[in-house]
């Protein structure tokens, strides 16, 4: 998928309360699973290597959005 409408208000109500690297990681795997139009993979580990998610706070934050 080449093109996604983003409302902004929108995004911004439903994320408000996610830290700026949760929403960077939330960000990353949003546009992982429009460029592929597939389900994410399932394993956790595979997936944050995927959104390069490497440091601690990076791994822990996806996991965060992906519980939420």
Do not use: F, W
């Not at 408000?16 to 546009?31: F, N, P, Q, V, W």
């Not at 994410?40 to 706070?57: I, S």
């Amino acid at each position: 998928m080449n093109y996604v409408e983003l409302h902004i208000g929108d995004y911004e109500k439903a994320t408000a309360h996610l830290t700026a690297c949760e929403d960077g990681m939330y960000g990353r795997l949003l546009r992982r699973s429009y460029d592929t139009e597939a389900p994410l993979p399932l394993d956790l580990k595979v997936l944050q290597r995927l959104v390069r998610a490497r440091a601690k706070d990076e791994r822990e934050a996806v996991e965060t959005v992906l519980d939420e």
